[in-house]
């Protein structure tokens, strides 16, 4: 028999259907029974503890049943969202052992927080954190087994499916000269266009939306799908447009991405990609899960991918366990990044749930080294003299929106009360604390450094200082600024109304410095009390 006919039976044998049996079901629904063996396990686990609690049946049970559903819930929430039961995603057994044990951390976290939040005191600490630390070293054996079995089958199909991709030469081995079947016609494969590329892996969709900016064929257009800046630094050089398919949710270093696209592209060149917003991510965990757990799953995603990734203590386990991906994050602060990384937002579109942007090289990236992730951040204003300070305030934007106003601004312009209208870089808690003007308390910190007084100017941006007249500007440098505006006491808002505000605020401060404050301040704080303005 010739070596091409051995082939191809080789193959034909390797083809045919066999009839789903026990092993070939547990292969193909790994993650189904890792679900299974948990619930297993940790029930396991609290039934045993309890065991040992006298009046097991009459009291425990009843008493701790309900308790133990949502614990159970939680539980496979967080290893769900955490991916502990996809094990064929993890590359070593380590990197699962180590998951496994910051997920049981993070459930004994909030179960703690909840017993002492709730004051849930009645609940024995033995069977509660017992059966959390019980599972953990019973899963710890399983899975370790588990995962074990599903790599040497991995393995096995890996290196099958290597041997079947041999090639075969079509001449036989016992002719000398090759005889040519004249009647056959042999044909390359076609190779596809970056445009035929592109849609298959997007989206036609996509493909027209893209195309509205750029040629796709064109040869100065690079098609790539990866996270890392290496890749993007080893394009060749001549390229005016970068697409990346990868979503900005999976890059550990996302303003090192965007510094090495802007370093590759020159200046004028465009810049295409897409991110999961975090929008659009609880919209699909919406539809994933029913309702009763739904807004749970959702609270358990926000700590996990988005809290956890800005603790500087948990930042390194977080990114050494996940590697970057799957991080929640927002529209304002990927639009946000791209700005501060010196590119200019042409337009984005959302499609098939996801947020596809097209942005401009412009400039440098900015290469800020200490982004602001935490509650209260500063931002940069103009003080007394034209120096600059730095105003404490409590966070009510997405991170990096500070790179937005320009954006945001010629977009919508101005509310009637002077706010950027239609703002999406607020947050909801961030709207709630400015309808009551609780986003302003931390300038009492600028007021104790005698930075600031409780009554005065606004500080302003050095954008906004410029839309001021020069009568005005020329006045307001002589003061400093105030944590209580003058719009606030005399009930003008909007640009221009509060520019007339500090006018008529600053002519009578220049006659009675003393006096003036007081009375602002008393009318500021009756129209807050009657409510007769608002901050947003």
């Not at 009647?183 to 027209?208: C, D, F, H, I, M």
């Not at 900005?248 to 510094?259: A, G, L, P």
């Not at 991510?281 to 749970?296: C, E, G, N, S, T």
């Not at 450094?449 to 005005?472: A, F, H, T």
């Amino acid at each position: 028999m010739k070596l091409q006919e051995i082939a191809i039976e080789h193959r034909t044998q390797t083809r045919k259907t066999k009839p789903m049996g026990l092993k070939s079901f547990v292969e193909k629904n790994s993650m189904f029974i890792a679900v299974l063996f948990d619930v297993f396990i940790v029930s396991f686990s609290f039934l045993l503890l309890a065991w040992y609690k006298p009046a097991t049946v009459r009291v425990v049970l009843p008493t701790y049943s309900n308790p133990f559903v949502v614990f159970l819930i939680l539980w496979i929430v967080v290893s769900y969202i955490m991916g502990k039961y996809n094990l064929q995603s993890f590359k070593k057994a380590l990197h699962m052992n180590i998951t496994l044990t910051l997920i049981n951390f993070i459930i004994v976290s909030i179960v703690t927080i909840l017993l002492f939040a709730l004051k849930l005191n009645s609940y024995s600490r033995m069977i509660v954190f017992g059966t959390s630390f019980l599972s953990y070293l019973i899963e710890m054996i399983v899975f370790s087994v588990f995962y074990s079995l599903i790599k040497v089958k991995y393995k096995q199909e890996h290196q099958v499916k290597e041997q079947n991709n041999i090639y075969i030469d079509n001449r036989p081995l016992d002719i000398v000269s090759p005889v040519v079947d004249k009647t056959k016609v042999y044909t390359a494969p076609k190779t596809q266009t970056k445009s035929e590329l592109l849609a298959r892996e997007a989206g036609e969709s996509v493909l027209e939306y893209f195309s509205e900016h750029v040629n796709i064929d064109e040869k100065n257009v690079s098609l790539i799908a990866t996270t890392t800046p290496f890749n993007v630094a080893n394009l060749s050089s001549g390229i005016r447009t970068i697409i990346n398919l990868k979503k900005v949710n999976d890059m550990r270093y996302i303003n090192k991405f965007f510094e090495a696209v802007n370093e590759k592209l020159p200046d004028a060149g465009m810049f295409m990609g897409c991110v999961e917003t975090s929008k659009q991510r609880y919209r699909r965990i919406a539809r994933k899960f029913p309702a009763f757990i739904r807004q749970l799953v959702i609270m358990i995603d926000f700590t996990l991918n988005r809290i956890i990734p800005r603790l500087s203590g948990l930042q390194n386990l977080y990114f050494n366990i996940t590697g970057g991906e799957k991080r929640t994050i927002s529209k304002a602060e990927v639009l946000g990044r791209l700005v501060s990384c010196g590119f200019e937002i042409i337009e984005y579109k959302e499609i098939n749930d996801l947020t596809y942007f097209v942005v401009m090289k412009t400039k440098e990236p900015e290469y800020n080294l200490s982004p602001s992730y935490g509650p209260i951040y500063k931002m940069p204003r103009i003080g007394k003299g034209g120096e600059i300070i730095y105003v404490y305030k409590f966070r009510t934007m997405h991170p990096f929106s500070e790179y937005l106003q320009d954006y945001v601004l010629s977009l919508n312009g101005y509310t009637a009360i002077g706010k950027p209208a239609d703002d999406f870089r607020l947050t909801k808690w961030g709207k709630f604390m400015r309808k009551y003007w609780l986003d302003e308390l931390p300038q009492l910190i600028n007021v104790l450094k005698g930075e600031m007084k409780l009554v005065g100017i606004r500080p302003l941006s050095k954008r906004m200082y410029q839309e001021y007249p020069d009568d005005v500007k020329e006045m307001r440098v002589k003061y400093k600024p105030g944590c209580i505006p003058p719009y606030v006491s005399l009930l003008k808002q909007g640009v221009m109304a509060s520019i007339e505000a500090e006018r008529q605020y600053l002519l009578e401060k220049q006659k009675n410095p003393i006096s003036t404050d007081i009375k602002y301040f008393k009318l500021a704080v009756f129209n807050i009390i009657t409510n007769k303005i608002r901050s947003a």
